[in-house]
């Protein structure tokens, strides 16, 4: 048997939004291999995703469940808007009314630095980093009616995160006994053209897999890995905001995929567990398909 275990493991897991989220799903699959698992949660979505952790609906108890019959348990949650480094870069005054009324409110600092210098002191290191986090304003408009200032916030939301996450994370993911990982959710439109990914998204893919393969080498001399998964299409809320036929995409995805069905949400956790695990202990700098085999096909 070849065991898995990440027992004494901390997990800091970005984008859970809700209990259909892909870091919902590589929460729970991370805490069923034995990690300790802390959410870095954006800070408007922190009462959902508490709600869909403590609620008795009969269909969200189900969603927490693990397969071992346990519940998903975050430790500890944290507010965090990858868009700021530090709190220096928060604007409330150039924000719209509508959020800066709730950022108002918010004393903690939700930077990136602030929360993960509040992780790696608290749980004395982190293990393993997930970067699961994407935006756009204009994700319904195609690349070349994209405004310049929504395709630079997607930008920085979606791939200039990634390296301000691992660039706070290195003093707490240096030399960790057995190494540390970070994984990183990617899509085939960072290399081929689906016109409807739009807002600047597969500029923002393209540019977070040069950044993952980049900060491989960059933070490789720590013993810290850092991969992707290009995941297929799938129905989580960021992906129906794109496109409200998004299920007929999912449909032509999995009739022209080798395998002849979409993928599941758990096969992108499970891919991640391995990427984390001793057995990708050689694997850095890499782009794992996980979609069924659709990004080999010509049509
Ligand atoms: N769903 C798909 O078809 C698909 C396919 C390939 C890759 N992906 C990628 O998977 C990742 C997760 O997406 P998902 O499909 O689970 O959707 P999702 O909406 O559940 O997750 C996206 C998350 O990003 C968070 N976020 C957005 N802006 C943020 C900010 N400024 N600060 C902090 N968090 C912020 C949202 O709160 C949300 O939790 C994304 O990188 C997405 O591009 C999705």
């Known amino acids: 048997m070849i065991p898995i275990d990440f027992s004494g493991k901390v997990a800091l897991v970005t984008g859970v939004?809700?209990?259909?989220?892909?870091?919902?799903?590589?929460?729970?699959?991370?805490?069923?291999?034995?990690?300790?698992?802390?959410?870095?949660?954006?800070?408007?979505?922190?009462?959902?995703?508490?709600?869909?952790?403590?609620?008795?609906?009969?269909?969200?108890?189900?969603?927490?469940?693990?397969?071992?019959?346990?519940?998903?348990?975050?430790?500890?949650?944290?507010?965090?808007?990858?868009?700021?480094?530090?709190?220096?870069?928060?604007?409330?005054?150039?924000?719209?009314?509508?959020?800066?009324r709730h950022y108002a409110k918010y004393t903690e600092d939700y930077s990136v630095s602030g929360v993960v210098n509040a992780v790696g002191q608290e749980f004395g290191g982190i293990d393993i980093l997930i970067h699961s986090v994407a935006f756009s304003r204009e994700v319904t408009k195609p690349l070349i009616d994209t405004s310049r200032s929504a395709y630079h916030e997607a930008m920085s939301i979606s791939a200039y995160s990634l390296v301000s996450l691992v660039r706070a994370a290195v003093p707490y993911m240096a030399n960790r006994p057995g190494g540390a990982s970070v994984v990183g959710l990617t899509y085939v439109a960072a290399e081929r053209v689906v016109p409807h990914y739009g807002g600047g998204m597969a500029t923002c893919k393209a540019a977070l897999q040069s950044d993952a393969k980049q900060l491989a080498w960059f933070v490789g001399d720590k013993n810290i890995r850092v991969n992707l998964i290009s995941a297929g299409p799938y129905a989580s809320r960021a992906a129906r905001a794109i496109n409200p036929d998004f299920d007929k995409l999912i449909a032509h995805a999995a009739e022209h995929s080798p395998l002849r069905r979409p993928i599941e949400p758990e096969e992108v956790a499970n891919a991640t567990v391995y990427l984390c695990s001793p057995l990708a202990s050689a694997v850095t700098g890499q782009i794992l398909y996980v979609d069924c085999g659709y990004n080999i096909m010509g049509t």
């Open 17 to 100: 939004g809700d209990n259909k989220s892909f870091a919902w799903y590589i929460g729970k699959a991370l805490q069923h291999a034995g990690a300790t698992i802390v959410l870095a949660v954006h800070p408007r979505m922190l009462n959902i995703v508490e709600n869909l952790l403590t609620s008795t609906d009969a269909d969200d108890v189900a969603r927490r469940k693990l397969p071992d019959g346990s519940e998903f348990r975050p430790v500890k949650m944290f507010r965090c808007d990858v868009s700021y480094d530090t709190m220096a870069d928060v604007r409330l005054e150039a924000m719209p009314e509508a959020q800066r």
